[in-house]
C-alpha cells in the first residue's frame, strides 16, 4: 500500500467567499447522489479550482461529517470520452488522463472519511452504453439548436464568432457529446449536480432526457399493476454563484487552458516564482487607487476575486485595504502570497502521487471497480425496460 496521504484539504479556499458557494435548486432531505466530471486537459488552472475542484473538495468535507448510514454519494469522474470530439494526440491525452487523476487524488477528493468515487469515465463502458440508449430518445433538432457545438467549432477553426460555422463542419460525436454527458450524469441516478452558468443548458437536456426515457419505458410497478416511474431520477442543479475567473492576459475573457499564452493562466503546480511573475505582469488598469468593478476594470475585479478565493476575504474588504497610492502593485504582491500560500502543500502532494505510477493505478482501478457496482446495477434496468436483457 503506498505511503500517500490521502486527505490533503490544505487546497480548499475558504468558503465563505462569495467566489466558492453555491445553491440548490431545491433542498432535499433525502440522501443525495452528487455526479460532476472534469475534461482531462492535464494539470488544471486556478479558474478551474475556485471554480468547481474546490465545490467538490467541499462536498467531501460536508458528507464527512454525515452519519455512515445516510451519507451522501458523491461520483467525480475524468471524462475522457468527451475529449474525443475534438482530435487528440494519443500519447499527450494519456499523459493528461493521468495527471488530471492525480490532481484529484492529490485534493484529497477520495479520502476515507467521506470520499467520493473518483474514477476515468472512459474506463466505465457503461456510460458509452447508456449514451446510446439515450440517442435513440434525442430529437436532432434539439442537438442543433444548442450552442456548444458551434462554440467549439469556432475555436478549432480559429473564426472570428460561431456565424462563421456551419454544421458542414460539425462531426457527429461533438453534436451528441450533451447526450454522452446526460448518459454520465443519470447513470447514477444523480439526484444532484454542480454546474456553472455555462453548463445549466446541458443539465437541462439531462433532466428531459431522463423524463423522455421514463415515459418511453416506465416498466411496471412492483406489484404488477399499472405502469411503473422508470428507472432515472431527474436530476436537480446545484449552481455555483462563484465569479468566472477572468484571464490575467485579457480580463474579458476568461482564463483557459487552450489560451497560448502561459502567463493568461497560474496553473495548480506553478512555483511560487511562476506565480509572483505571472501575477506581476496580469493586466489591469491606469487608474489610481482600487475599486471592485468588474464592468470598467476587469482586470483589478479579477485580481480581487482570485485573492478573495484564496484568502477568505470580501472582495470590498480587499478593495478598502489596497486604495493606497501603491495599491495595485500592494494588491499583485498580496494575491500572489494568497494563491501561493494554498497551493504550496498541493504542489508537494501533486508531484508524490503523479510520480508513484503502481498508487496511481491501483486508485484508477479501484475507482472504475466502485463506479461499475453501481453503473451495472443500473444499466441490468435499463435493458430490462428496453427489453435487451
Not at 475542484?53 to 452519519?67: K, N, R
Not at 439548436?145 to 461533438?174: C, F, H, P, Y
Not at 464592468?295 to 476575486?305: D, E, K
Amino acid at each position: 500500500m503506498s505511503s500517500i496521504s490521502r486527505s490533503c484539504r490544505f487546497l480548499k479556499p475558504q468558503l465563505s467567499s462569495p467566489s466558492c458557494s453555491y445553491t440548490t435548486a431545491a433542498a432535499s432531505p433525502h440522501k443525495r447522489v452528487v455526479f460532476s466530471g472534469i475534461q482531462p486537459t492535464g494539470v488544471p488552472h486556478i479558474g478551474n479550482h475556485l471554480g468547481a475542484l474546490s465545490q467538490w473538495q467541499s462536498l467531501v468535507e460536508e458528507v464527512s461529517q454525515q452519519p455512515v448510514e445516510s451519507r451522501d454519494s458523491l461520483f467525480f469522474s475524468v471524462v475522457g470520452l468527451h475529449a474525443l470530439t475534438v482530435p487528440q494526440n494519443p500519447k499527450q491525452l494519456r499523459e493528461d488522463r493521468r495527471d488530471m487523476f492525480a490532481v484529484l487524488l492529490a485534493l484529497g477528493l477520495d479520502d476515507a472519511a467521506g470520499g467520493a468515487v473518483v474514477f476515468h469515465q472512459d474506463q466505465v463502458p457503461e456510460h458509452a452504453e447508456l449514451a446510446w440508449y439515450l440517442n435513440c430518445v434525442t430529437p436532432v433538432n434539439r442537438l442543433m439548436r444548442m450552442t456548444s457545438w458551434k462554440s467549439k467549432l469556432a475555436t478549432i477553426r480559429n473564426a472570428n464568432s460561431v456565424d462563421e460555422v456551419d454544421d458542414s463542419m460539425l462531426q457527429l460525436g461533438l453534436l451528441a457529446y450533451p447526450v454522452l454527458q446526460a448518459a454520465d450524469v443519470l447513470l447514477y441516478k444523480t439526484t444532484h449536480v454542480p454546474v456553472g452558468h455555462d453548463q445549466s443548458q446541458h443539465l437541462e437536456l439531462a433532466r428531459d432526457l431522463a423524463q423522455s426515457f421514463n415515459r418511453t419505458y416506465p416498466g411496471e410497478k412492483a406489484n404488477g399493476k399499472g405502469k411503473g416511474r422508470g428507472v432515472f431520477r431527474v436530476p436537480e442543479v446545484m449552481l455555483t454563484t462563484h465569479p468566472r475567473i477572468q484571464s490575467l492576459r485579457n480580463p474579458t475573457a476568461k482564463m483557459s487552458k487552450s489560451d497560448p499564452s502561459p502567463a493568461s493562466k497560474i496553473l495548480l503546480t506553478d512555483t511560487r516564482a511562476e506565480i509572483q511573475s505571472k501575477i506581476k505582469s496580469a493586466v489591469t488598469d491606469s487608474l489610481t487607487g482600487i475599486t471592485y468593478d468588474p464592468i470598467n476594470r476587469p482586470g483589478i475585479a479579477a485580481l480581487l476575486q482570485i485573492h478573495s478565493g484564496y484568502s477568505g476575504d470580501s472582495v470590498e474588504d480587499l478593495a478598502e485595504r489596497f486604495s493606497g497610492e501603491k495599491g495595485i502593485r500592494e494588491l499583485k504582491e498580496s494575491c500572489a502570497e494568497a494563491i501561493d500560500g494554498a497551493l504550496s502543500k498541493f504542489r508537494g502532494e501533486y508531484e508524490r502521487v503523479r510520480k508513484d505510477q503502481g498508487y496511481l493505478k491501483e486508485r484508477e482501478s479501484e475507482g472504475a471497480r466502485r463506479a461499475r457496482e453501481v453503473a451495472q446495477g443500473v444499466m441490468k434496468e435499463v435493458r430490462h425496460l428496453v427489453g435487451t436483457d
